[in-house]
């Protein structure tokens, strides 16, 4: 049996400054293909969640009645726990292939994550057990839930990566000093009203695609209205990441043309929804989505949590990453199932392809397709 | 230090309410889950409208358990990094892999295959929504075991080794882990008491409804699929039982040792069925079956079974000073809490068999009694079950290379107490409005087979919406 851990020896402190792991500073290819993989999960994640927490926030604005918020709801019912799982596995993954990544981002991040969990599991229970009663003071609490439940994560995850790829008062003992005014910064604020609103946008051009009916007219009218704003909020912020990123000489990659794209993709939207073009709009917004996820980790790499202090003190990738062995395990499992995995879930998608009527014989207005 | 000390005790607070609260709804949505796939499987082959009832019926109960066991899941993804970080930085080679693969597997099959259950019953033929809910319930099961593996390796490390460098725990044999002992006696430990749990809520749960006359043959059925679930698993369960305590001998000694109260290494140990006073010296009174432990523990009757005192020596020569006991009174009761249960429920589920070969079941109202105070004893048997695996573990938090205290996130108590305090608060409101949601449904009454089928939707469900 291997000799236990002292008492006085603080792991994570060994594995950082560990000389043998500083010394190989070269991130190696399997290195590479789990930081690839960790963000390709977060696109995915912020593509499939990211209507569903759209469709979360306009639920109280565009459904006026129950039966409305039913069918808008109805839009996302069978599928976003699904979307859901993507945001697991990034976690798992990040577990995983960076171990030192998971827990000092989220012993760090700590309140941050404890209020998307909150908001995550009053969304889920609030989709499952809305409908398990007839009131409509029961239905109304739980449609709130819905709407705090998506908002506040689509906000947060953006404060994420925000912090992230920005920086935070991390030392070399892997804690992050100065409260939460080290976390809540005006940068990460303001990454987090871009994901809010992009997410928005991303929803109701799914909801354009999505609903059919009278409805079909007032969620075209919200696309129309959300496009242009978000394009001005996307233009802020990514000039604003353009300048710090000049001032700071950080080290990642230069993301060159591809923020530029997404931004491109948004203004084209608020061309393409006036064109009645909503299926391209819908391209072009996930598309943007995953120009902007893209963006964030090549920002980052070669780190995974940048620090503000000294980027000596950054989280690098080698010095996160598990062991070779481990990797290969993982990548075995990854490759045999990810296309079983996408398979299928795809394959609901075709199922549920199916717009989702306001149904009649409610009480509410017919309106013209606009 | 004194701060990281409360951290300590608050962080594992905080670990024990939301591990215990996800685990109250896991076991029975697991055991509901394949009970509702087997009726829906009968319902496939025989087209008898009564099993198509049952579906609906405990289909719903089933839906509303699986809600808040996916959403307080969610927790557990996070909380090891958020509360536990040096743990994670220790283990993260060994214990992230069978936490992504979870991920990968389970829930992706879990969640996409129940959202085309609930949705998907007009769109797609009768085939393709009998294997949705089975390939849910698989993936229940596939969850249930990659967890599982991951917690078997805390309790019994194997396939590692220490890196010098880092005093990383790192993986040198992923099948070993996957064939760990103790992973595969606690598997199906786990997965039959899922059974009895599931079987159990609905044995009574029909048995209460087989009150009211006109949907009598539905829930007449009902009880008797359970019954026949109920006896299998709980009679595998005895036997089960029985190896896992000789592995836990083997591979855990101190667990066993103060789960039985054993201080001092004993030949031919008796077994105490109850104790009243105090566990170490003041015992006022006590039922003791003279040879039983050693039986139990070693196959022979006069077996060896080693004590805590001896086995505490054993660990400071091994480890260094320190105290290696774990709370002995709480490892005691919760341990014979437990068997005691599953006993309990083997001979409530015999009698039911036994009444059932006399054709006298439907009448007896002492036995309609028992079913329905059998549906809590197995939640009470779960969570006991699990406290005393994992408290019998400390204080290590991997069994012999890392203690708990020293896997705990450096982090300010008051961090902890928000996120405390916000779970409880949250976890009563929803349990608070599970159990009357669960109330609600299980006293329903059931359109009759005269009526339309009312299916798993309720409240003037339009067309196909559901939600």
């Known amino acids: ?370 | 230090m004194l701060d990281a000390n409360i951290t300590l005790t608050l962080a594992r607070w905080q670990f024990a309410t939301t591990t215990i609260y996800h685990f109250v709804f896991v076991p029975v949505t697991i055991g509901l889950g394949v009970v509702v796939a087997i009726v829906q499987t009968a319902h496939y082959f025989t087209g008898d409208p009564r099993y198509e009832r049952l579906v609906g019926f405990f289909g719903k109960l089933f839906l509303i358990n699986f809600a808040i066991g996916v959403v307080t899941g969610i927790v557990q993804e996070f909380q090891f990094g958020m509360d536990w970080a040096q743990y994670s930085a220790f283990v993260g080679n060994i214990f992230g892999p069978p936490l992504a693969i979870e991920g990968l597997l389970a829930f992706f099959m879990e969640s996409v295959f129940l959202g085309l259950w609930i949705f998907g019953k007009d769109r797609v033929s009768p085939k393709i929504h009998l294997l949705s809910i089975w390939m849910a319930s698989l993936g229940t099961i596939l969850s249930a075991a990659f967890i599982l593996s991951a917690n078997s390796w805390m309790q019994h490390p194997v396939g590692y080794r220490i890196l010098p460098s880092t005093h990383q725990a790192i993986m040198t044999n992923f099948w070993a882990i996957l064939t760990n002992s103790i992973f595969v006696v606690t598997l199906f430990h786990t997965l039959l008491a899922a059974m009895m749990t599931g079987a159990a809520l609905v044995l009574g749960i029909s048995f209460y409804q087989m009150r009211r006359e006109s949907t009598r043959p539905i829930f007449a059925l009902g009880v008797r699929i359970s019954l026949i679930v109920l006896f299998a698993s709980s009679l595998a369960m005895a036997l089960d039982g029985h190896v896992q305590g000789q592995v836990l001998v083997q591979d855990q000694p101190m667990k066993m040792a103060a789960g039985e109260a054993l201080y001092n290494t004993t030949k031919g140990a008796s077994e105490s069925l109850l104790t009243i006073g105090n566990l170490h010296d003041q015992v006022i009174f006590q039922i003791r079956v003279p040879h039983l432990l050693s039986l139990l523990a070693t196959d022979k009757w006069n077996g060896t079974v080693q004590g805590i005192n001896q086995l505490q020596a054993q660990d400071v020569a091994k480890y260094g000073p320190g105290n290696y006991v774990p709370v002995i009174w709480l490892d005691y009761w919760s341990f014979r809490i437990m068997a005691g249960i599953g006993v309990a429920i083997l001979g409530i589920a015999s009698w039911g068999m036994w009444l059932m070969y006399r054709k006298r079941l439907d009448a007896s109202k002492w036995f309609r009694r028992a079913a329905l105070i059998g549906i809590p004893l197995p939640f009470i048997a779960n969570t006991t079950g699990w406290i005393f695996t994992e408290t019998g573990r400390q204080p290590w938090v991997v069994y012999g290379l890392l203690k708990t205290a020293n896997g705990v996130s450096r982090i300010s108590p008051t961090t902890v107490i928000i996120s405390l305090t916000g779970f409880t608060v949250l976890y009563a409101i929803l349990a608070w409005i599970d159990i009357s949601l669960m109330a609600r449904a299980a006293k329903k009454e059931t359109a009759s087979l005269d009526e339309p089928d009312p299916g798993l939707h309720e409240h003037g469900d339009i067309g196909s919406l559901v939600y």
């Open chain 1, 1 to 370: 049996m291997t000799s236990p851990i002292p008492d006085s020896t603080n792991t994570a402190i060994s594995v950082r400054w560990s000389t043998e792991i500083g010394a190989m500073m070269h991130v190696t290819a399997e290195q590479l293909l789990w930081f690839i993989l960790v963000g390709v999960l977060w696109a995915g994640y912020f593509f499939l969640e990211g209507f569903d927490f759209g469709v979360g926030i306009l639920l109280p604005f565009i459904g006026r009645n129950d039966p409305e918020r039913r069918a808008l709801i109805n839009c996302i019912g069978p599928i976003w726990d699904g979307n859901e799982v993507w945001v697991i596995v990034a976690i798992g993954a990040t577990f995983a292939a960076f171990p030192l990544w998971y827990s000092e981002m989220l012993s760090n991040l700590y309140l941050l994550f404890f209020t998307v969990i909150v908001a995550l599991i009053l969304r889920g229970v609030a989709f499952e057990w809305r409908g398990k009663r007839d009131s409509a003071r029961w239905r109304r609490n739980f449609d709130l839930a819905i709407f705090i439940g998506s908002a506040l994560p689509a906000f947060l995850w953006g404060l994420l990566f925000g912090d992230l790829i920005k920086g935070v008062p991390l030392t070399a003992s892997g804690t992050v000093v100065g409260g939460i005014s080290g976390i809540v910064t005006p940068y990460a604020l303001l990454t987090g009203l871009t994901t809010l609103a992009v997410f928005t946008l991303h929803g109701s051009v799914f909801l354009s695609l999505k609903v059919g009916g009278y409805l079909r007219g007032r969620v075209n009218a919200y696309v129309r209205r959300i496009a242009p704003v978000t394009a001005l909020v996307l233009f802020v912020y990514l000039s604003i990441t353009y300048l710090i990123a000049r001032s700071d000489g950080h080290s990642g990659d230069v993301p060159g043309m591809i923020p530029v794209a997404a931004l491109v993709l948004i203004v084209a939207v608020t061309w393409l929804s006036r064109e009645r073009l909503f299926g391209w709009a819908f391209v072009a917004t996930g598309a943007a989505i995953l120009a902007l996820t893209a963006t964030v980790f090549m920002t980052l790499y070669p780190d995974t949590i940048m620090s503000s202090i000294r980027p000596a003190l950054s989280l690098s990738i080698t010095r996160a990453a598990s062991q070779p062995y481990t990797l290969n395990v993982m990548t075995i499992v990854a490759a045999i199932f990810t296309p079983l995995v996408l398979v299928y879930q795809a394959w609901t998608y075709w199922i549920f392809r199916k717009r989702i009527e306001v149904p009649r014989n409610t009480n509410s207005e017919p309106e013209q397709v606009r």
